[in-house]
């Protein structure tokens, strides 16, 4: 929006200019652009699912936008920045995957490997993928 304004102000200056409101039109588009700006609010939780031999599956989901409950110009996503192995991961040599679905552009399904982790060798991994359509998480090996 600021970069708007600017690109639009010289333009509006042109016409306004001669009907001597140049310094009000810049004002009204100043403090239009902060209130926009300060209402802009962010939040952020911690989210954490375990998968295991028990339970090799987790969906998530945002919620239903049809739903009453909800505020339609709020924007669920969901952001992985870490993938660990816990310390029950005894063997060695053995991968543990976990594989993604989803859905991408166009509803087209998406189904890849997100992490091949070895406990001797990696414990840890840097992911650092959102998702704000859902998608499920499946361990298939380990």
Partial sequence: LILLYHIL???LNKIICSLKYKVVVRYVGIVLIKRIIMNYQQEEFVWSATLDKKNPEHNWSPPDSDSEDIDDSIIHKL???NA????KAKKEDEFN???LETTGYK???????LVMMKSSSTSQCTVDLSFNRSVK????EG
Avoid at 84 to 87: H, M
Avoid at 107 to 113: A, F, G, S, T
Wanted: charged letters at 30%; a negative charge; aromatic letters at 12%.
């Fill in 9 to 11: 102000a010289p333009f």
């Fill in 79 to 81: 952001r992985i920045k």
């Fill in 84 to 87: 660990f192995l816990s310390s």
């Fill in 97 to 99: 995957t976990i594989e």
């Fill in 107 to 113: 509803e087209e399904e998406i189904k890849c490997p």
């Fill in 137 to 140: 998480f499946t361990l298939t």
